[in-house]
């Protein structure tokens, strides 16, 4: 039970370690590659990720390329192995696997798209991302929407929208100039708000582990 009295502190999620995801000017070219990095779970937006990719290759054919990475999972809300694969095959949608370092992926990437209506916390991927400075698509859901200046660093989409997840896609199709512009504003952000020794600091701050000026 919380008291009356208690005294609640709401940090930036966990922080990135901005020397370790280092900024990463996005290399815009021919075609658009747009990244979902996740547990293979139909609550992180994978099924629409796929449906709007699937809309936008109709359209803009090879221009759009989405990139699936994550491993699979034993979620009662996990996905299976076959229906990716098949995916895979179609051409919609190329599944990477598993890795323990993201940061290759996200250099090659130029937008990060992460659809999720899971209600999690901020994720950690997210973050990682800002930091690398590229542009992102999330949903307007729980943990997700605070890393977002709408419009300035990415865009938020309706959860479970295939029609807003599409539109938000093709933004970067018809103004590649926004992978960049929004890419440098994503860095900008994580700089101001989720840098790790900053949360880190207010967190310690906040418990009252702070020194004084006269204890040291």
């Not at 209506?117 to 991302?129: A, D, H, R, V």
């Not at 999330?138 to 997700?144: E, H, I, K, L, P």
Request: aromatic fraction near 8%; charge should be negative.
């Amino acid at each position: 039970m919380v008291s009356g009295d208690t005294n609640v502190v709401v940090v930036n999620g966990s922080g990135v370690a901005l020397d370790h995801f280092p900024q990463c000017k996005p290399k815009v070219g021919e075609k658009v590659i747009f990244l979902l990095v996740a547990r293979i779970l139909r609550d992180k937006g994978i099924p629409e990720f796929y449906a709007a990719t699937k809309r936008l290759k109709k359209k803009w054919g090879d221009r759009v390329e989405s990139q699936l990475l994550g491993p699979f999972d034993d979620n009662p809300n996990a996905m299976q192995r076959s229906q990716i694969e098949e995916w895979d095959r179609e051409g919609i949608v190329k599944y990477l696997g598993v890795t323990d370092d993201v940061r290759p992926y996200l250099r090659e990437a130029h937008v990060f798209t992460l659809p999720s209506f899971y209600m999690e916390g901020t994720p950690k991927i997210i973050l990682e991302t800002l930091s690398t400075g590229r542009a992102i698509i999330t949903a307007d859901s729980r943990g997700c929407r605070e890393t977002i200046d709408n419009g300035r660093n990415g865009y938020l989409v309706a959860p479970r929208d295939v029609d807003s997840l599409a539109d938000a896609m093709e933004q970067f199709l018809e103004h590649p100039e926004l992978i960049v512009e929004m890419g440098a504003a994503s860095r900008a952000f994580a700089e101001s708000r989720y840098d790790v020794h900053k949360v880190n600091a207010e967190m310690i701050e906040s418990m009252g582990f702070a020194k004084t000026e006269a204890e040291t």
